[in-house]
């Protein structure tokens, strides 16, 4: 029924940068919160950050001033904007977000992308 699909991750150098997109598709009446959250191997999956309909944005401190979340409703779409990249950025990155179906008005859930590899070496 929904679909969440993450691109953009890759293998980038320390200092450089990376944006990720995901893309909600599917029988859609509406998308609250999103995010991205990381797993790193040997970790527990993390939030990265996090942004609200209305644009409030979250983020994990070891991201603050590096990253950044966005997203465009219209193409129900969220970003991840990472620069200044560090070998310890290396996961995988897993998009998520809370949303209502139009078979189900009353009905709020979270669905979660399949992720996508982000490589940061030294």
């Known amino acids: 029924q929904v679909q969440l699909v993450e691109s953009g991750g890759g293998l980038v150098q320390g200092g450089g940068s990376l944006r990720l997109s995901c893309v909600a598709s599917?029988?859609?009446?509406?998308?609250?919160?999103m995010g991205w959250y990381r797993q790193a191997p040997g970790k527990e999956r993390e939030l990265v950050a996090s942004?609200?309909?209305?644009?409030?944005?979250n983020s994990a401190d070891s991201v603050k001033g590096r990253f950044t979340i966005s997203r465009d409703d219209a193409k129900k779409t969220v970003y991840l904007q990472m620069n200044s990249l560090k070998p310890e950025d290396t996961a995988v990155y897993y998009c998520?977000?809370?949303?209502?179906?139009?078979?189900?008005?009353?009905?709020?859930?979270?669905?979660w992308g399949q992720g996508t590899q982000v490589t940061v070496s030294s």
């Open positions: 998520n977000a809370y949303i209502i179906l139009r078979t189900n008005l009353v009905l709020e859930r979270d669905y």
């Open positions: 599917g029988n859609i009446f509406s998308i609250n919160t």
């Open positions: 942004i609200t309909r209305g644009g409030r944005t």
